[in-house]
């Protein structure tokens, strides 16, 4: 049996708000068949940190083989060129 894909999701899911394309995000990549290190950021600050950490604009990033995929649109377009 092949091992598993593997993959790191960065979501936000503070009190205030759950994004839902972290969401969907997490189901695009269950959908591929990946498992998912998946960490929720559920404070502003958490969210804020992460941001500056790894130089960007906004969460969900997805990171498959240790390289930034992106956001959501990113992911999907990464599925789209794997064809």
Known sequence: MPAKLRAVLY???TPELTCSFGL???E???SKGFLIE???LVTRAEVDAFKQAHAVE???QTFI???RIG???DLVAYF????
């Open 11 to 13: 979501r936000m899911a």
């Open 24 to 26: 969907r995000a997490k």
């Open 28 to 30: 695009l990549l269950v």
């Open 38 to 40: 998946e960490h929720v």
């Open 58 to 60: 906004t969460t969900p």
């Open 65 to 67: 083989d240790g390289r």
């Open 71 to 73: 956001g959501y649109d």
């Open 80 to 83: 789209r060129s794997e064809r």
